[in-house]
T-cell receptor, first 109, second 117 residues
Framework: RKEVEQDPGPFNVPEGATVAFNCTYS??????FFWYRQDCRKEPKLLMS???SGNEDGRFTAQLNRASQYISLLIRDSKLSDSATYLC??????????FGTGTRLQVFP | GAVVSQHPSRVICKSGTSVKIECRSL??????MFWYRQFPKQSLMLMAT?????????EQGVEKDKFLINHASLTLSTLTVTSAHPEDSSFYIC?????????????FGSGTRLTVV
């Protein structure tokens, strides 16, 4: 089983839609959680950290459920520019980033 | 701040030759750098962790004699793919851990697309 699992998608949604991605992780000792965004053939860029209490940054909301070991990302009012691959990232006590395979989002006009 | 410059961005080499990829931290000191490889439609897979002044720690299944990592200074880490073969063609990305005052952050180089022909 992969340490961090995501639905690869693609999720095809119209502009203005709300879309949610989930991610599950297997290591209960995982300490830090992030969502990264990766555009085609580019390096990943940090979208947001994920805190236990849940956190919001504009149109993006991230939530963490430690008991069930999953993380979610909600994108409201999707824009064309949101089209990308969203990577779930987990860190445990080794300080190494462990990446999920990513979920591809395509927003269409 | 916390910029990592990675070069080259793209390289094509002949099978059997060696290729060196450089990552430089431009405005901070990177004690620890990570090297990743990403095949098409797959996740970033950690290859090794390099610490300045010491030997790199390789992940299981990564050949240390094939992927030579040197982290001789606080601002430069290099990955050399020796005797490259077509199956080594991939997207290689470095990442540096940077202390942000209260927590650590991770900044990435722009990646190197290696094609071995």
């Amino acid at each position: 089983r992969k340490e961090v699992e995501q639905d690869p998608g693609p999720f095809n949604v119209p502009e203005g839609a709300t879309v949610a991605f989930n991610c599950t992780y297997s290591n209960s000792a995982s300490q830090s959680f992030f969502w990264y965004r990766q555009d085609c053939r580019k390096e990943p860029k940090l979208l947001m950290s994920v805190y236990s209490s849940g956190n919001e940054d504009g149109r993006f909301t991230a939530q963490l459920n430690r008991a069930s070991q999953y993380i979610s990302l909600l994108i409201r009012d999707s824009k064309l520019s949101d089209s990308a691959t969203y990577l779930c990232v987990v860190i445990h006590n080794t300080d190494k980033l462990i990446f999920g395979t990513g979920t591809r989002l395509q927003v269409f006009p | 701040g916390a910029v990592v410059s990675q070069h080259p961005s793209r390289v094509i080499c002949k099978s059997g030759t060696s290729v060196k990829i450089e990552c430089r931290s431009l405005d901070f000191q990177a004690t620890t750098m990570f090297w990743y490889r990403q095949f098409p439609k797959q996740s970033l897979m950690l290859m090794a962790t390099s610490n300045e002044g010491s030997k790199a720690t390789y992940e299981q299944g990564v050949e240390k004699d094939k992927f030579l990592i040197n982290h001789a200074s606080l601002t430069l880490s290099t990955l050399t793919v020796t005797s490259a073969h077509p199956e080594d063609s991939s997207f290689y990305i470095c990442s540096a851990r940077v202390y942000l005052g209260t927590v650590y952050g991770y900044t990435f180089g722009s990646g190197t697309r290696l094609t071995v022909v």
